[in-house]
């Protein structure tokens, strides 16, 4: 019998990525079904229908259809949650409010910051061919920098980013780290060295370790 939960998009995918770091944390069983890009398969009235912005990933469990990747991993963390997967927090009001703050921080300082860097060094050249446009790799490590300054001193006071305990706030930030590191800016996380630890920790997870093997670069 096919798993109820099927992830349109490949493993490779940053957003995709998202949605199945949270499903093999709480150890649920999914399909996932792969969408032809050569073929424009994310436009396709099928398609539309899951996501109307063509895009991935999507996400069905029956007869819901979801889309937007932090919107499913919440959903997912919400669904499966036990006392050993409670990575929403969302029993205790401020730890729940401190996980919201560091998913905000991810995706508007964070993502922002470091993606240019990974589509620059890793993505546009393997997919088009095109050589990396260090201005822009420039500019984006600057603000990277300026951030990575913040989550130093958040993870000087504590061992994860929302507090003592993993969360969802943490991994979020998986994705696009893990193609950064394979830059050759990723020596720029050794200035930081809490920040250089809890992404040590992070890749210790067995669900992230899982994951990163899937996730093979581009080529």
């Not at 499903?23 to 032809?36: F, N, P, Q, S, T």
């Not at 229908?49 to 069905?60: E, L, M, V, W």
């Not at 500019?139 to 990575?148: A, V």
């Not at 958040?154 to 780290?177: C, I, K, Q, V």
Request: hydrophobic share 45%; aromatic share 10%; glycine share 4%.
């Amino acid at each position: 019998m096919a798993p109820a939960l099927k992830v349109f998009g490949p493993a490779r995918s940053t957003n995709v990525a998202r949605v199945l770091v949270c499903l093999e944390e709480v150890g649920a069983e999914y399909e996932l079904v792969d969408i032809d890009f050569a073929a424009r398969e994310q436009k396709s009235p099928d398609h539309l229908k899951r996501n109307p912005f063509g895009q991935i990933p999507a996400f069905q469990d029956g007869d819901l259809l979801l889309f937007e990747s932090r919107a499913i991993g919440k959903y997912i963390l919400r669904k499966y949650k036990t006392s050993d997967a409670d990575l929403l927090r969302e029993g205790d009001l401020a730890e729940a409010a401190m996980v919201d703050v560091w998913t905000e921080v991810e995706a508007h300082q964070y993502n922002p910051a470091l993606s240019p860097v990974v589509y620059e060094c890793v993505i546009y050249p393997a997919i088009h061919g095109t050589p990396t446009n260090q201005r822009v790799v420039d500019e984006s490590l600057e603000k990277l920098r300026k951030g990575l300054e913040v989550h130093e001193a958040r993870l000087w006071e504590s061992a994860s980013l929302a507090g003592d305990f993993a969360s969802f706030a943490d991994l979020n930030h998986f994705p696009y780290t893990f193609y950064f590191m394979a830059t050759p800016h990723a020596p720029l996380f050794d200035e930081y060295p809490h920040v250089k630890a809890w992404w040590e920790r992070l890749m210790a997870r067995p669900a992230i370790k899982k994951l990163a093997a899937r996730m093979a670069l581009l080529n």
